[in-house]
């Protein structure tokens, strides 16, 4: 706070820097301030507090601190100097714990300030608001000396929100990217001028790779807490740990005597009957762990959907057919925001703990690009353009997959694959950095305490055979089946919630599944527990020391080699496990149907992966007993002899899961890189992509969308898939509009219309922009105007310039024409005219317009004939025309 006790009008001045860089920033701007206050003579005095102790100094004249240039004599190197001495000479010893450090930043930001000062003659960071304003100064930059009104200047001093976007609106790529290439060639050229802006340019480069490594970490880091969190309290529905209740199951028997055949049955671990009623045998015993195991659940849920609902809407879902829109330039606010991010890491802890039938998988890839778009606002050249925060969000999706898999490479391809729309080279390596940062994160973290990055790491020895590929291609039938038919029952689902009452009882819905969920996954032992164990479970390959149910053999320890263990006869605990698993299946394959959609956090990749595991096991288990009893068929007799390990039950649940899932998401090659890391095997590589592209083939052969696609045109996203081919014969005149008997294109003159004019049109019309052409009779085309920037120009200009009124002529050309004297002043916008729209001509085919949009982003492109406009097509128009030519609801299309 600066106080001028001798001034007529007294001044405050805001810093607008944060408290802790107080001491670096506020002395070096008072040496320069100073020098200011001197070049004039009104100020007799004034007095600066600093770190408690009042300094007085002599000083003279008015003050006026803006954006634009002070008037005045430009300050020397001597002056501030001479100025640095003087404010020295009064600080003391005690003031600093060290004056080398001092003297250090003074040094270095009295050469900023200088150099600030000569080059562009403007203060940083600094606004005075004068009570009232001193003679012969207007309050806005618009004006000039003693009232003088000068014509505002948009190219000098851009207006806050012109060049920004509406919510739910599509972004102007190519200006985005014009924009910053122009960005980047002024940061080049100053660069050569100074070592400070050599600094500049350097920081400026490295920007990029520094917020992927913050990406990285952050993101690392909320994957890592959510995993502890949601293994501690999914084990909290079964029981609590004596020794500490903020330990998990496995995590409280570690340090157990037990034997190994009972370590999940440790004295330090209580279930709740046995907490309650000292004991946890018998039927009272099991019907009070089922009560506690359901009202956990509701609970988990209930609280998930309450804070979703009251805080942050956007939280619920997987969040990646709403990535894939925003990446492909669409505007949803607050979608990536911080009370997003805050309520979708808590909530998914949640909802992944109530065991409902989801996944953490597809939520962490919204995480991380809430962590990505937040982030962003710490640099300016992300913060300002929406398509280089885009290139960041593509990263930060990357790193989200890494961070769910433990599959760096995976998460890049999968970023390339299914989420991103627009990534270039530069992209590529910054998301692989970004993935490798985060998996990193997650590795020093060892969440599961196993040192691997997931829960479900595997490794198989035995190798395939080339017959096996024959149960590899079914399974991978079964994933297209499930998938399609996952895809229609899912999507007429959500349709009926959209459209129905039950969309209104969100709540309700949600404990009614959970309800559901519960009573029927206690009995069974494979749906009791979480989904990621359960994966785990089936993906292991059976030992000598695994109790699992799916390992209890008949084991022959004659025919034992080493730890290689053959072929055997399944035992009681396999028959049992197989019904069970059938069991899970069936209630995995129709529980999820309705649980995906719903509103808490719900991912889809482990729940397919379920369904697929288990349908694998079963197929995997049934091929080892029929080489087992069979083994001198034909099939089987020149590859698994009697007594050998030919089959591997756990990789025919690894191929069935990477078959759902490619079924459902039709994912291929990223899908088969992120089961590879899975399972550190490069010799399984072959059946995972048999399975993946036939779940493909055959889905696609039943419907062309995978659930990503399906989801986002059930809510009317913009998103044009740059998949899908156009092979109509139709014109772009058929499409555009004006149509026959519609109304006139509503256009602007460039030079000709009042700022009432303007102001109808754009209060009766609701169009995002509007051409600006020659005149009404000829229709030549000038150029594109936003009406967002049109807004925001017009509504600057009433305030901040003199003697603009509703008759002001507003001009869109350099030269506009003369005016008698008595006339308003001009209202001149030439610098919120885009004067390159993209054009195509009446008779331009479809096929090459879809490709346009499809190519450069655009959002909308203006049709002519022989130059002069005849109408508009927009992202809307062309979504809406192949929704009609495929025999769909145009009308589904939202919004552009």
């Known amino acids: 706070m600066l106080s001028c006790p001798s001034s007529s009008h007294p001044c405050h001045i805001h810093l607008g820097y944060p408290s802790a860089l107080f001491e670096v920033l506020y002395i070096p701007f008072l040496l320069s301030l100073s020098h200011l206050l001197a070049s004039n003579g009104k100020i007799s005095s004034w007095q600066v507090l600093d770190l408690g102790k009042r300094h007085h100094l002599d000083a003279g004249g008015d003050l006026l601190c803006s954006e634009q240039s002070f008037p005045g004599a430009t300050p020397y190197p001597g002056d501030l100097l ?9 600080i003391t010893w005690e003031d600093h714990l060290s004056s080398f450090l001092f003297l250090l930043k003074s040094l270095v930001f009295l050469l900023y300030e200088f150099w600030f000062f000569i080059k562009r003659g403007k203060t940083k960071k600094c606004s005075i608001f004068p009570f009232p304003p001193p003679p012969g100064f ?93 293994h501690w309290m999914t084990d909290l529905k079964e029981g609590v740990c004596l020794a500490g209740f903020w330990f998990n199951h496995e995590h409280c028997c570690w340090k157990s005597n037990t034997t190994f055949t009972d370590r999940d049955k440790c004295p330090e671990w209580k279930s709740w009957s046995q907490l309650i009623l000292g004991h946890g045998e018998g039927a009272f015993a099991y019907i009070l762990n089922y009560l506690m195991y359901v009202i956990w659940a509701l609970m988990f849920s209930l609280l998930a959907v309450l804070l979703v609902k009251g805080f942050a809407p956007y939280a619920c879902g997987s969040g990646i057919p709403e990535i894939k829109t925003i990446l492909s330039g669409f505007i949803i606010r607050g979608y990536l925001g911080k009370w997003t991010l805050v309520i979708k890491t808590i909530t998914l802890v949640l909802a992944v703990s109530s065991g409902l039938s989801l996944g953490k998988e597809g939520p962490l890839v919204h995480v991380a690009c809430c962590c990505g778009n937040i982030l962003c606002h710490l640099f300016t050249k992300y913060r300002k353009n929406e ?34 729309y627009y990534f270039p080279l530069k992209t590529l390596w910054r998301s692989f950095f970004a993935a490798l940062v985060a998996a990193f994160t997650l590795r020093s973290i060892n969440p599961f305490g196993n040192s691997r990055l997931v829960l479900f790491y595997v490794e198989f020895h035995m190798p395939w055979h080339l017959l096996e590929l024959v149960p590899f291609i079914l399974l991978g039938i079964f994933g297209g089946l499930w998938g399609a038919f996952f895809i229609r029952s899912n999507i007429a689902w959500c349709r009926r919630r959209k459209t129905t009452r039950l969309g209104k009882y969100p709540v309700l819905e949600v404990l009614v599944v959970t309800a559901i969920t519960a009573i029927l996954a206690f009995p069974n032992e494979y749906t009791r527990m979480s989904t990621s164990e359960l994966i785990s479970e089936l993906f292991n390959d059976c030992g000598i020391l695994d109790s699992s149910k799916l390992c209890e053999y008949v084991n022959d320890f004659n025919s034992t080699k080493g730890d290689d263990l053959p072929d055997r006869a399944a035992g009681p605990g396999v028959y049992t496990a197989m019904w069970q698993l059938a069991l899970a299946l069936i209630m995995k394959v129709f529980i999820t149907i309705f649980t995906f959609g719903m509103k808490v956090p719900s991912g889809l990749f482990i729940p397919s992966m379920a369904v697929g595991a288990i349908a694998g096991r079963l197929l995997g288990v049934a091929v080892e007993q029929l080489a087992f009893y069979h083994h001198d068929w034909p099939i089987f007799s020149g590859w698994c002899s009697q007594g050998a390990d030919c089959i591997t039950p756990g990789l025919y649940a690894m191929v069935g899961a990477a078959a759902c899932l490619g079924g459902v998401t039709r994912m291929t090659v990223s899908l088969v890189v ?17 399975a993946a592209m036939t779940s493909k083939w055959v889905a696609d052969a039943i419907g062309r969308e995978g659930i990503y696609d399906a989801h986002i045109r059930l809510n009317g996203y913009p998103f044009l898939e740059a998949k899908e081919e156009f092979s109509h014969k139709t014109r772009a005149m058929d499409v555009m ?17 009042s700022v009432e004019d303007v102001e109808t049109i754009v209060s009766s019309t609701t169009y995002s922009g509007y051409p600006v052409v020659v005149s009404r009779t000829s229709q030549r085309l000038v150029g594109f105007v936003l009406r967002r920037d049109l807004i925001i120009s017009i509504e600057n200009a009433r305030k901040k310039q003199d003697g603009i009124v509703s008759t002001s002529v507003i001009c869109f050309t350099d030269y506009c024409p003369p005016l008698p004297p008595s006339s308003p002043s001009v209202l001149k916008l030439r610098s919120i005219l885009d004067l390159s729209p993209f054009t195509v001509t009446d008779e331009t085919p479809m096929e090459i317009v879809v490709d346009i949009f499809r190519k450069l982003g655009l959002r909308q492109c203006l049709v002519t004939h022989n130059g002069k406009l005849l109408g508009i097509i927009t992202k809307k128009d062309v979504l809406k025309h192949i929704a009609q030519m495929a025999n769909q609801d145009p009308d589904s299309i939202l919004f552009n």
Request: glycine residues 10%; hydrophobic residues 45%; proline residues 4%.
């Open 737 to 753: 509009r004006p149509r026959k008997n519609d109304p006139p294109l509503t256009v602007i003159t460039q030079d000709s219309m």
């Open 82 to 90: 001479k100025l640095g001495r003087v404010f020295l000479a009064q």
């Open 138 to 230: 207007s309050s806005y930059n618009g004006g000039g000396m003693n009232g003088t009104s000068t014509m505002m200047d948009f190219l000098e001093e851009p207006l806050p929100g012109v060049g920004t976007y509406e919510d739910f609106n599509t972004i102007d790529w190519v200006r985005e990217k014009s924009r910053d290439r122009d960005r980047h060639r002024e940061i080049t050229s100053r660069s050569k001028e100074s070592t400070w802006a050599l600094l500049h340019s350097v920081s400026d480069a490295f920007s990029g790779w520094l917020l992927m490594l913050l990406i990285g970490l952050l993101a690392g880091s909320l994957a890592g807490l959510i995993d502890i969190s949601a």
């Open 387 to 420: 398509a280089k925060r885009r290139e960041v969000l593509s990263a930060a999706a990357a790193a989200g997959v890494s961070v769910a898999f433990g599959a760096p490479i995976g998460g890049v391809l999968f970023s390339l694959e299914e989420v991103s």
């Open 674 to 690: 992120i089961m590879f890391e899975l399972t550190g095997g490069l010799e399984y590589i072959v059946p995972l992509m048999a």
